[in-house]
C-alpha cells in the first residue's frame, strides 16, 4: 500500500494557535476564555485542563494548554446561556433534530429546568422543588437497585466521592462510568496482572525511555500535550514507533508553540521513527509474534521472570503453537518487519508501552493489554526508571473517579472501609456498568437514571434504542454545564440541574473552595478556577448532590451531608479515611505545587495479585479472531450473492470497521467540522485507502451504504457516507464517532470488561447511486 500524506505540515504551530482563535471567537468567549486558558494547568491558583488526563511537567510555563484544550475551554467559558427563555422558545421534539453541533454551541445551562409533557418544554423550576422531586421518584423505586446512576471523567474527586457515598447509601451499586467505554481492558487486565490498573510510569520516564511502543493512539487529536514530551524523547535519542492501522499524519513532526524560535522559522522536531500498520485489530497477532521471537531466541529477562512472575510457562506453551502463517495473517504484518521489531524490544534498555482505545474498544480488547503487559513482563520493563505501561486516559478524571470509588464491581475493602468511616452498611451486590445498565434499561428493569455529566446515550453503542428506553423512566437526573442530546429524551419526570465549570470560582458559605483530579500518570493535583460564574443560580456538583442526600436521608442523618457540600477539606478528611494512599490528603496537596504521586506498588515490584506474583495470561481469543470473522463474513456474502442477482452485490465488500474521533471534537462534543489533519471539513464520510478504491472501481466522493448483522443476527445500516481517502490499511475502513454509534450493539464486547467493541466490527460496503438512495428515501 502506498504511502499518502494528506496533512504534509507539521503538528500544532500556526494553524492550531489560529484555530484556537478561531474556536474562541466562534464561542463569543475570547476575553473570558483567553484568561482561562492563561490558567489552565498552572500550578498556583490554576485549573487542570478538563481536555484530557495527560500530566502537568513539573517545569512551570507561562502557557501550558493545547489546542484541543483550548477548544474545550471555549466551549465552558462561552456566556450565551441555554436558560429558561432558551427552552421556552424550543420544543423538546424540535431540538431532537438538531446536531451535537448545533447542540454544543446554544450556550451553558444555567439554571434548573423541568420537562413540562403537556406544552413539550423544559421549564424553570426552582433547586428546593427540584431536590424534592428526585427524593420523591427515588423514593418510590421498589428497589434501589432499578436506579442506573452513571459518572463522567470530568468531576472532580471531591463530588465524586461524595456521590458514590450518596449512591452506596441510597442501596445500589450501579455506578457505570465512561471508564466502561474507554479504558475498561485496561483496569482489569493490569489490576490481574501487577495488582493495579494503573499505568506504571511517571512523566520523568518518557525523558529515559530508549524505546517507545505507542499502539492505537492519535495523540495530535485527542491528547496533543503528549506530543511535546515525545517529541522531547526522541531528541534524547529515544526511538519511537506507531503501531496502528492508520498513518496518523499529526505524529511525523511537530512544531512546538513553546519554542518561540520555530515558529518563527518555521521548523520542527521529528516524533515517530516509524508506523507499523497493522490490520484493524491485529494487534494481539503482532504482540505474539514479538513474544515468539523473544522467547525462542533467548532475549527475554528471565531473571525477573523467575523472580517476579507467575504463568510463563503456560504462555511459553501457547506462544509454541502460534504458527508465523497466523501471526502474519492475524495482524497483516511480514514475519521480517515482526522480527525486526523484537530486535529493537531487545536491544532497547528502558521500553514504554504507551496506548489509547485503539487496543482496548475491541471484543478482544482484553487479549491486547494482556498481551502488552507480557511483552513488558518477559524483558522485566515494570520498576524500573524509562520503562512500563503508560495507558493514555482520555477524560481528565476518569481515574480519579475510579480512584474515589465510582465503580459498579467495588472491591470489598472498599466497601468495608466505607462502613468503618461512615457507620452506615454498603450494599454488597456487584452493580450495572454501561453495557449491562443500558439492556437493562431497556428491557425495562431501570426505572431511574441519575448522570453526573457526560451524554450517555450517545457515547454508548445501540443509542437509539437507549434513547426510547429513557423515555420510558419514571425519573432522569441530568447535572451538567451543557445540553446534549440524552437530555432531550425525557422520561415521565425530567430534571436538568446545571452546575459550576472547572474554569469557574467557587466560594461557598466556609470559602473559597478547589478541588483535585487524578491524571493518567496517578499524580493528585490541585484544580481551582478563576471566572466568575455564568449565572448566580449554578451550585457545585457536590453541593447538589448534597442536598439531594440530605432531602432523602433528613438532616439528621448521622453523615453530614450539608457541611461536606460546603467544605471540601471535610470531603478530604474523610477521603483520607476511606481511600488508601491518600492518608494526610489535606496536608500533603497543599506541601506542593504539583500535588503528589499515589503509592504505586507495582512500580515498586510489589504485586498485588493473587498469587503475589506479575501475572502472565494467555488470550482467550485465537489470533485470527478478526480475519475469521471476515473470512466467515465473506463466504455467507458469496453465498447470498449466487442466490441473487449478481449485478446487484458487484459493488460490495466485506471490510473490517473502525470509529474514529475528528480534530474538532472531544468525546462526543463536536466543536466543528474540520478534521485539519485528514483534511475532511464533513463528518458524514467514509475512509478508505485510495489504492483499495481502485481496486473496487470506486472513487473519491461516491456515495457508499455500510451495514452489519449484529451479535442477534439484525442488520443494521449506516449512510450514505461520501467515500474520501486516508493512508489506512488493507481490507479497513473508518468513519466518526458517534455517529456510527448504532452500528455497534450492546452484545458485541470483551468477555471480562464489557466494553463495547467501536474499534472493531465487520461491514459490508455497497456503493449506491442518486437514484438508488432517492428510492430507498
Given at each position: 500500500m502506498?504511502?499518502?500524506p494528506v496533512?504534509t505540515?507539521p503538528?500544532?504551530g ?5 484555530s484556537?482563535t478561531r474556536k474562541l471567537?466562534?464561542?463569543q468567549?475570547?476575553l473570558r476564555?483567553?484568561v482561562s486558558v492563561?490558567?489552565?494547568n ?11 488526563a495527560?500530566p502537568?511537567h513539573k517545569?512551570h510555563?507561562m502557557?501550558d ?21 432558551f427552552?421556552l422558545?424550543h420544543?423538546?421534539?424540535e431540538?431532537q433534530?438538531?446536531s451535537?453541533?448545533?447542540l454544543?454551541h446554544?450556550g451553558r445551562l444555567?439554571?434548573p ?10 421549564i424553570?423550576i426552582?433547586w428546593?422543588?427540584?431536590?424534592e422531586?428526585v427524593?420523591?421518584q427515588?423514593g ?7 436506579a442506573l446512576?452513571y459518572?463522567?471523567g470530568?468531576v ?5 466521592f461524595l456521590?458514590?457515598?450518596?449512591v452506596r447509601?441510597?442501596g445500589t451499586n450501579n455506578?457505570?462510568?465512561?471508564s466502561n467505554?474507554c479504558?475498561?481492558p485496561?483496569s482489569?487486565?493490569?489490576g490481574?496482572q501487577?495488582?493495579?490498573g494503573?499505568?506504571?510510569v511517571k512523566?520523568?520516564?518518557f525523558e ?5 511502543l ?8 485527542n ?5 511535546e ?8 535519542g529515544?526511538r519511537?514507533i506507531s503501531?496502528?492501522?492508520m498513518r ?7 512544531r512546538n508553540p ?7 522559522a518555521?521548523q520542527s522536531?521529528?516524533?515517530v521513527d516509524?508506523?507499523v500498520?497493522?490490520?484493524i485489530?491485529?494487534d494481539?497477532a ?5 513474544a515468539?521471537?523473544?522467547?525462542e531466541n533467548?532475549k527475554?529477562?528471565?531473571?525477573f521472570?523467575?523472580t517476579?512472575?507467575s ?8 506462544l509454541?503453537e502460534?504458527s508465523?502463517a497466523?501471526i502474519?495473517?492475524?495482524c497483516?504484518?511480514s514475519?521480517?518487519?515482526i522480527?525486526n521489531?523484537?530486535k529493537?524490544?531487545?536491544d532497547?534498555p ?6 489509547g ?5 475491541h ?14 513482563l518477559l524483558m522485566?520493563m515494570?520498576?524500573?526508571d ?7 486516559r482520555?477524560?481528565s478524571?476518569?481515574q480519579?473517579?475510579?480512584?474515589m ?5 467495588p472491591?470489598?475493602s472498599?466497601l ?11 450494599p454488597?451486590?456487584?452493580g450495572l ?11 425495562g428493569?431501570?426505572?431511574?437514571f441519575f448522570?453526573m455529566?457526560g451524554?450517555?446515550s450517545?457515547?454508548?453503542p ?5 434513547q426510547?428506553a429513557?423515555t420510558k423512566n419514571k425519573?432522569?437526573v441530568f ?6 442530546e440524552?437530555m432531550?429524551?425525557p422520561?415521565?419526570?425530567n430534571?436538568i440541574l ?5 474554569t469557574?470560582?467557587?466560594?461557598t458559605?466556609?470559602?473559597?473552595q ?5 491524571d ?9 478556577g478563576?471566572l466568575?460564574?455564568?449565572s ?6 457536590a453541593?447538589i448532590?448534597?442536598d ?5 436521608f433528613g438532616?439528621?442523618?448521622?453523615i453530614?451531608?450539608?457541611?461536606m457540600?460546603?467544605?471540601f477539606?471535610l470531603?478530604?478528611d ?5 481511600i488508601?494512599g491518600?492518608e494526610?490528603?489535606n496536608?500533603?496537596?497543599?506541601e506542593?505545587?504539583r500535588?503528589f504521586h499515589?503509592?504505586h506498588?507495582a ?7 493473587d498469587s503475589g506474583k506479575?501475572q502472565f495470561e494467555v ?8 480475519a475469521?470473522?471476515?473470512a466467515?463474513?465473506?463466504s ?8 441473487t442477482d449478481d ?10 470497521l473502525t470509529?474514529v474521533r ?5 468525546n ?5 467540522y474540520q478534521d485539519?489533519?485528514?483534511q475532511?471539513n464533513?463528518r ?5 485507502h485510495?489504492d483499495e478504491?481502485?481496486r473496487?472501481g470506486?472513487?473519491?466522493?461516491d456515495?457508499?451504504?455500510?451495514s452489519?448483522q449484529d451479535?442477534?443476527g ?8 461520501v467515500?474520501t481517502d486516508?493512508?489506512i ?5 473508518a468513519t466518526?464517532?458517534?455517529e456510527?454509534?448504532?452500528?455497534f450493539d450492546?452484545?458485541?464486547h470483551?468477555?471480562d470488561s464489557?466494553i463495547p ?9 455497497e456503493?449506491v447511486?442518486?437514484g438508488?438512495?432517492?428510492a430507498?428515501a
Amino acid at each position: 500500500m502506498r504511502k499518502i500524506p494528506v496533512y504534509t505540515h507539521p503538528a500544532a504551530g500556526w494553524p492550531a494557535l489560529i484555530s484556537s482563535t478561531r474556536k474562541l471567537m466562534d464561542y463569543q468567549t475570547f476575553l473570558r476564555g483567553s484568561v482561562s486558558v492563561f490558567k489552565s494547568n498552572q500550578p498556583q491558583g490554576g485549573f487542570d485542563c478538563p481536555g484530557c488526563a495527560w500530566p502537568d511537567h513539573k517545569s512551570h510555563k507561562m502557557l501550558d494548554v493545547c489546542e484541543n484544550g483550548i477548544k474545550v475551554l471555549a466551549s465552558e467559558t462561552m456566556t450565551t446561556k441555554a436558560d429558561a427563555k432558551f427552552f421556552l422558545d424550543h420544543t423538546v421534539t424540535e431540538l431532537q433534530k438538531w446536531s451535537g453541533y448545533e447542540l454544543e454551541h446554544i450556550g451553558r445551562l444555567s439554571e434548573p429546568v423541568y420537562y413540562d409533557a403537556t406544552q413539550d418544554r423544559y421549564i424553570a423550576i426552582s433547586w428546593q422543588a427540584a431536590y424534592e422531586h428526585v427524593a420523591e421518584q427515588l423514593g418510590q423505586l421498589d428497589s434501589p437497585d432499578e436506579a442506573l446512576f452513571y459518572t463522567s471523567g470530568r468531576v472532580t474527586n471531591e463530588p465524586a466521592f461524595l456521590f458514590q457515598l450518596f449512591v452506596r447509601c441510597f442501596g445500589t451499586n450501579n455506578l457505570p462510568d465512561c471508564s466502561n467505554m474507554c479504558h475498561e481492558p485496561t483496569s482489569v487486565m493490569l489490576g490481574k496482572q501487577l495488582g493495579i490498573g494503573k499505568a506504571t510510569v511517571k512523566l520523568e520516564d518518557f525523558e529515559q525511555a530508549k524505546l517507545i511502543l505507542m499502539f492505537g493512539q492519535n495523540p495530535a487529536t485527542n491528547h496533543p500535550r503528549m506530543l511535546e514530551m515525545l517529541a522531547h524523547s526522541h531528541e534524547q535519542g529515544c526511538r519511537i514507533i506507531s503501531i496502528n492501522p492508520m498513518r496518523e499524519q499529526g505524529l511525523s513532526k511537530f512544531r512546538n508553540p513553546q519554542k518561540p524560535t520555530h515558529m518563527a522559522a518555521g521548523q520542527s522536531d521529528d516524533m515517530v521513527d516509524e508506523v507499523v500498520q497493522i490490520q484493524i485489530g491485529g494487534d494481539a497477532a503482532l504482540l505474539t509474534g514479538l513474544a515468539k521471537w523473544l522467547i525462542e531466541n533467548h532475549k527475554i529477562n528471565t531473571d525477573f521472570i523467575t523472580t517476579h512472575t507467575s504463568g510463563f510457562e503456560p504462555l511459553k506453551q501457547w506462544l509454541t503453537e502460534q504458527s508465523w502463517a497466523d501471526i502474519q495473517l492475524g495482524c497483516g504484518i511480514s514475519q521480517a518487519e515482526i522480527i525486526n521489531l523484537a530486535k529493537l524490544v531487545a536491544d532497547s534498555p528502558a521500553t514504554i508501552c504507551t496506548w489509547g482505545m485503539g487496543i482496548t474498544q475491541h471484543v478482544q480488547g482484553d487479549d491486547n493489554v494482556a498481551m502488552i503487559t507480557n511483552l513488558l513482563l518477559l524483558m522485566g520493563m515494570i520498576g524500573i526508571d524509562g520503562a512500563g505501561a503508560s495507558p493514555v486516559r482520555g477524560h481528565s478524571n476518569v481515574q480519579g473517579d475510579r480512584t474515589m470509588g465510582i465503580h459498579e464491581r467495588p472491591k470489598q475493602s472498599l466497601l468495608d472501609s466505607l462502613e468503618r468511616v461512615f457507620g452506615h452498611p454498603m450494599p454488597q451486590d456487584n452493580g450495572l456498568d454501561v453495557v449491562a445498565g443500558a439492556k437493562a434499561m431497556i428491557q425495562g428493569d431501570i426505572k431511574a437514571f441519575f448522570s453526573m455529566g457526560g451524554n450517555y446515550s450517545v457515547a454508548a453503542p445501540d443509542s437509539n434504542n437507549i434513547q426510547q428506553a429513557l423515555t420510558k423512566n419514571k425519573l432522569n437526573v441530568f447535572v451538567g454545564t451543557k445540553l446534549n442530546e440524552t437530555m432531550l429524551y425525557p422520561g415521565e419526570n425530567n430534571l436538568i440541574l446545571p452546575c459550576v465549570g472547572r474554569t469557574e470560582h467557587l466560594v461557598t458559605a466556609k470559602g473559597e473552595q478547589f478541588a483535585t483530579i487524578e491524571d493518567s500518570m496517578c499524580q493528585i493535583v490541585p484544580t481551582q478556577g478563576s471566572l466568575k460564574p455564568i449565572s448566580n443560580t449554578l451550585k457545585s456538583e457536590a453541593q447538589i448532590v448534597a442536598d439531594i442526600a440530605t432531602q432523602m436521608f433528613g438532616s439528621d442523618s448521622s453523615i453530614p451531608w450539608q457541611a461536606m457540600g460546603e467544605d471540601f477539606d471535610l470531603i478530604r478528611d474523610y477521603i483520607a479515611q476511606a481511600i488508601d494512599g491518600f492518608e494526610n490528603f489535606n496536608v500533603r496537596i497543599r506541601e506542593s505545587e504539583r500535588g503528589f504521586h499515589l503509592y504505586h506498588a507495582a512500580r515498586h515490584r510489589v504485586w498485588n495479585t493473587d498469587s503475589g506474583k506479575a501475572q502472565f495470561e494467555v488470550p482467550k481469543y485465537p489470533i485470527t479472531y478478526v480475519a475469521g470473522q471476515m473470512a466467515e463474513k465473506t463466504s455467507a456474502f458469496k453465498v447470498d450473492a449466487q442466490n441473487t442477482d449478481d449485478s446487484q452485490h458487484s459493488s460490495q465488500k466485506v471490510w473490517q470497521l473502525t470509529s474514529v474521533r475528528s480534530h474538532d471534537q472531544f468525546n462526543t462534543m463536536i466543536f466543528g467540522y474540520q478534521d485539519r489533519y485528514r483534511q475532511t471539513n464533513r463528518r458524514d464520510v467514509l475512509f478508505m485507502h485510495p489504492d483499495e478504491m481502485t481496486r473496487l472501481g470506486w472513487q473519491k466522493g461516491d456515495s457508499i451504504m455500510v451495514s452489519r448483522q449484529d451479535s442477534h443476527g439484525e442488520q443494521r445500516t449506516l449512510g450514505p457516507l461520501v467515500l474520501t481517502d486516508m493512508d489506512i490499511a488493507a481490507n479497513a475502513v473508518a468513519t466518526y464517532y458517534p455517529e456510527c454509534n448504532d452500528l455497534f450493539d450492546l452484545d458485541t464486547h470483551a468477555p471480562d470488561s464489557h466494553i463495547p467493541a467501536y474499534k472493531s466490527v465487520t461491514v459490508v460496503l455497497e456503493r449506491v447511486n442518486a437514484g438508488e438512495l432517492e428510492a430507498s428515501a
